[in-house]
Structure formats: C-alpha cells, structure tokens
C-alpha cells in the first residue's frame, strides 16, 4: 500500500500515453463483452434447457408436423410424466422486421411442462376464459409497449391473414437466461382457424420423471413411432438447442478466434507502453536500487504498474459493456436473451489481469536485472 | 585517522584491502584499481581527487555496494559486502549508505518530501513516523517550507539539499558523494558544501566524496588522489610532482 502513490505518480507521468493505453484495453474489453454476450444469446436456450425435458419432432424435419394422436401415446410411455406441444406460427407484427417467436400451445399442459415461466395464476385463469387471448414475455410486451388487456393485430406468414389476440397474461422468467420474448396463444383457437394442418403440432416437449433416463425413453419414443407416416426423432431439449444454435455457425469458435486476436493486440499494446516506460526510466531505476530497492521491489513496482493500467481498462470496457447490455437487445428480437453474465465479467476482467501480467513481465524483469552501475551511467 | 597503508587500525569504520577493479573491453583489459587500500575512522570527511577516468567513481561505488571488486575487499562496520548476496546488498545499502549524485537524481513526478520519504519505504516506520522523519530532515537541509515542491520547481542548489536530504533520512552509516557540486555554482557549492560539513562537525557523519574541485576537497580533513589504480596523499603527490 505504500508504494502506491509512487505506482500513481509514475502511471501519470506520460498522461496522454496511460490513457490511451487504458482507452485501447477498453475498447479490446468492451467487445469482448459485447462478443460473449451474443455466444451466451445464441447459447442462451442451452444453457437453460431443462435436464428432465425432451424434444419431439418429425423425423424429416422440425417444419414437418407431427398428428395429435401422438400425445396420449407419449404419455403411455415410462418414465414420462407428461407431454405437451407447440406449434410454430410465424407471424409479425405491424411490419417484417417486429418478428418475435409465437407458439399455439396446448393449454392444459405447457404450463406444468415449464414451469420456469411465472404467470400469476389469475391472468393465467383470464387466458384460458378467453379463446382469443394471449400470454406474452415480460420482453416482448416492454418492447412494444403491450399491456394486460390489448388487443394485438398479428400479421401470418404460415397461415395468412390477420390474427387478432387478447393480451390476457405477461409472464416472467424465473432465471436470468429465461427467454422473455415469446408470445402464446391457444392451439384450440389455431386448430379451428386455419385452413390446413388440422390434426397436426409442431413438436412436443416430454417431462420424464428422471434425466437418468432420457437416452432410454428417447430410444423407447423413436422406436415407437418407428415404420409410421410420422416417424420422430427424439432428444434432450439441451442437444436440441445446442442444435439449434449450430444452424447459425460455429459462433464459439468464432469469437475465440476474435478474442485471440484481441487479446494479441492488447498484449502488444501494453507490453510496448510499459517497454517505454522502463526504457525512458532506467536512470531513475538506478537510483531506486542505489537506495536500497531490492530487485524484488523494482519488478513488483513495474509490474504493478502494467497490471493497474490493464485492469482499469479490463473494468472500463467490461462496465461499458454491461451498461450497453442493459439497453436489452439491439437486433430487435434476434437475441432475446441479451447480458452480461456476471461470470464473463469477471472472465474478461481476469484477461485484462492476465495481459497486465504477460505484457509487464519482460519490462519488469529487464528493471529487475538493471545493473546500478550501468542504469546511472545514463543520467 | 584516514589512512592509506594496510596497516591494522582498530578503529577502521570503512576497511579497503587489496582492492582491485579490472574491466574487460573487447579484447584489452584495464586495471582501473590495483591493490588499492583505506581505512576510514566515523566521523571523518575524505575527499578524493584525481583525473577522468582515474576510477574515482569506480572506487565510491566499490564503497556502496553497488559494484563488485575482482578482488580484495570492503568491510564497513564489521560487515564485509563484497560477498553479499544481491539482496543483502540490497538492504545493507538501504541502513548504512547515503548517495549524494552529481546530477542530483531525484524522481521528477514526487516532491521534494516523497522524495526524501522513498529510502523510508523500505523500513518499517510508520506513515507518521515517517512523515516526522522527513520533515526533520528538510528541515536540517533548510527546505521545511518547501516540501510540496517539485524537483522542476526548485532551484539546483534546492534540488541537491533535497538530496542530501534523502541521504541523511534513515541516518546512515556514512555519505557517499560522487561531484556534489559539480552541477552548481560557486553559491550553491558553498551552501553544499557548508551544508556536508556541519554534517560531519555537527552530526558526527562519516563522507567520503569524489570532486575535481579543489575548493570543495578543501573542506574535507583529508584529501586522496588516485594515480594508476592507487591512491596517494595529497602532500605525498605534491612532493613527486
């Protein structure tokens, strides 16, 4: 502690310098925040994918539906203790661009299957009274200024037209990864409305009653269906997403490589500022260990140098970066689960601290091993 | 009593024996010191004098511990450094040397009391205690009324007390000063080198110093002069000449 005004006076020696220094780790940091946010928004769905939940879906394809019939036969099977379904809709509202994911689901069950999502149960008793109503994410009602109440004019896509919907209930996640963004309405009132299709859902999710099983009844449901018009595919709702998420790319390997990248820029950054400042120093240097500094001493005051400018950058970006994620998702509804988790702040924090360390480690070893003599020989 | 022989003095403070500084450049050798010898009593103020390159600084920094001999050695109240560790080295200089520069060197972005406060960094005084330790010595130096100061605000004279000031915080065992007035005026000498002697008159401080300045080795008690690798009395040097 008490060498820290030293520390200070030295960093603010070549003001300019420090502070662009500290600016470039802050903007390194600052997307690192924002390039870990967008892998957890694509992850978000794995990461809180139920353990005990399986996806059901047509063989073929997850746009090939799959008969109703199917779910009293799903239910037979052991170790599941119940199945529901969803059926995709696709539509937007107002214009293309308002597009957020819209489920018919089955009533009587979804909300046993997750029950992650907290509805109070008088808006959930408003919904189901109402044949037209709706249940929206906390998310989606925020960003179009959508209230219990409303009635919402859909535009479809899959089954064209105009779809009116009551806002009856606005549901919240329980968890910070929950998606907030979706939008639910009766499978009853899309079964008797549309055209084509009748008969059909899109998938269905399965509750087993131990994940200690989900190979074995996922076998058991695939064999099932097996030689039927409508074979399935079965997994965990996990490999589901993970699945999903891979539709769009290798979004993990591409932002390692982004990040690799960053953190080489930043290294050389660094290690050439602290380089500089041992380089213009040496003299004083001499003099530190000419009054009794021990070796130890120099590169402990070097490096602590290095580490504090790469740290209040590390924690500029990466506060920046959370202040940015707390505007919610900037692509309209493409990243649903936007932020920072605390976990990768301190992941890029702890970069930052690594690249203090790397980076001021030659310059502090080279003021370690100054000869006095040689160091006052340049006053 | 400085002295020069080799002889036995049991009231040697600093003991030099057969001290030798080789360098080694490219392929050509240069003795810098040859068999050289000194013993130093406390209290006593010795200035050496010679020409460039006659190793006088050389010999200052044998003295402090910031340099290794070929051979010989240097024993400075009891405790032979030439074979200390880095690190004791280290420590040793931080309790028992007070360097005085030429240039000055203080840290131009701490003021005059940071700067003086430094070597105490290294002890286990407290803030306050440190803070009364400084103050004592600027003041001693005469600089009280200007501790927040800058090196860049202060004058060369200024700049050199707030040195000696650092020297003389943690009490050392004696001063080392390699030209402390070569870098002023003959006032500000004066003033320094007043200053240096009421160290050893009044404070009882053991210097040794190195000038080409005939004045200042004036103040010492005794004068050295270094002649090919030895060093010779003043008189004695006179009388070959």
Not at chain 1, 161 to 180: K, P, V
């Amino acid at each position: 502690m008490k060498y820290l005004p030293f520390i200070f006076r030295n960093l603010f020696r070549k003001k300019t310098r420090t502070i662009l220094t500290i600016g470039s780790i802050a903007v390194a940091l600052f997307l690192f925040g924002l390039l870990v946010t967008i892998e957890t928004a694509l992850n978000a769905g794995v990461d809180v994918a139920g353990v005990d939940r399986l996806i059901v879906r047509n063989k073929i394809s997850l746009i090939m539906p799959l008969p109703l019939s199917y779910q009293e036969r799903l239910r037979q099977i052991d170790h599941v203790s119940e199945a529901t379904f969803a059926t995709w809709f696709g539509a937007v509202y107002q214009e293309p661009k308002n597009f957020f994911p819209q489920f018919a689901i089955d009533t009587e069950t979804y909300r046993t299957v997750f029950p992650e999502f907290k509805i109070s149960d008088l808006e959930w008793q408003s919904f189901l009274a109402d044949r037209e109503g709706a249940v929206v994410g906390k998310r989606t009602a925020e960003r179009f200024g959508w209230k219990v109440g409303d009635r919402i004019p859909l535009q479809g896509t899959i089954w064209t037209g105009t779809w009116e919907f009551n806002i009856r209930a606005i549901y919240e996640g329980s968890r910070s990864g929950d998606d907030e963004s979706q939008f639910w309405f009766h499978w009853k009132f899309l079964e008797e409305s549309r055209p084509w299709g009748k008969g059909t859902v899109g998938w269905y999710t399965v509750k087993i009653d131990d994940p200690d099983h989900a190979v074995t009844v996922s076998q058991t449901i695939d064999d099932r269906f097996s030689n039927s018009a409508y074979e399935t595919s079965t997994e965990t709702e996990q490999a589901f997403a993970a699945g999903f998420a891979k539709q769009i790319g290798n979004i993990r390997m591409l932002i390692l490589s982004i990040g690799a990248v960053v953190l080489f820029t930043l290294l050389l950054v660094t290690g050439n500022t602290m380089a500089m400042a041992v380089r213009e120093r040496v003299p004083e240097l001499g003099v530190l260990k000419t009054l009794g500094f021990g070796d130890g001493t120099v590169l402990f005051l070097v490096l602590a140098e290095s580490l504090l400018i790469a740290t209040v950058g590390g924690a500029l970006g990466v506060g920046l970066a959370k202040l940015f994620t707390l505007g919610g998702d900037p692509t309209g509804g493409m990243l649903p689960v936007f932020y920072l988790t605390t976990g990768k702040m301190f992941l890029g924090i702890a970069i930052a601290v690594f690249v203090g360390l790397f980076a001021g480690s030659i310059p502090a070893l080279t003021a370690m091993n100054l000869r006095i003599v040689d160091a006052l020989r340049r006053v | 009593m400085v002295s020069i022989d080799g002889k036995e003095h049991s009231e040697s403070l600093i003991r030099v024996r057969n001290l030798n500084k080789v360098y080694r450049r490219g392929g050509e050798t240069i003795d810098v010191l040859q068999g050289l010898n000194l013993d130093v009593e406390k209290g006593e103020f010795v200035a050496f004098m010679g020409p460039s390159g006659s190793g006088k600084t050389t010999l200052l920094n044998l003295l402090g511990g910031l340099d290794t001999p070929t051979s010989g050695s240097v024993t400075v109240d009891g405790d032979e450094i030439t074979h200390m560790s880095g690190r004791h080295l280290a420590s040793w200089r931080a309790r028992h040397v007070g360097f005085i520069f030429q240039m000055y060197n203080l840290i131009p972005v701490l003021t005059a009391f940071q700067n003086v406060e430094l070597p105490l960094l290294l002890t286990k005084l407290s803030k306050a205690q440190r803070r009364q330790h400084v103050g004592t010595a600027l003041t001693l130096v005469g600089l009280g009324d200007r501790m927040k100061h800058y090196p860049r605000q202060l004058s060369g004279g200024q700049e050199q007390r707030v040195a000696i000031a650092r020297a003389i915080v943690t009490d050392p065992t004696f001063l080392l000063c390699d030209e402390p007035t070569g870098d002023l005026d003959r006032k500000a000498a004066e003033e320094i080198l007043d200053l240096l002697t009421e160290l050893e008159s009044n404070h009882g401080k053991t210097i040794l110093m190195v000038t080409h300045d005939p004045l200042a080795a004036e103040r010492a008690d005794m004068i050295l002069h270094l002649d090919k690798g030895a060093l010779v009395e003043a008189a004695e040097e006179a009388a070959a000449s």
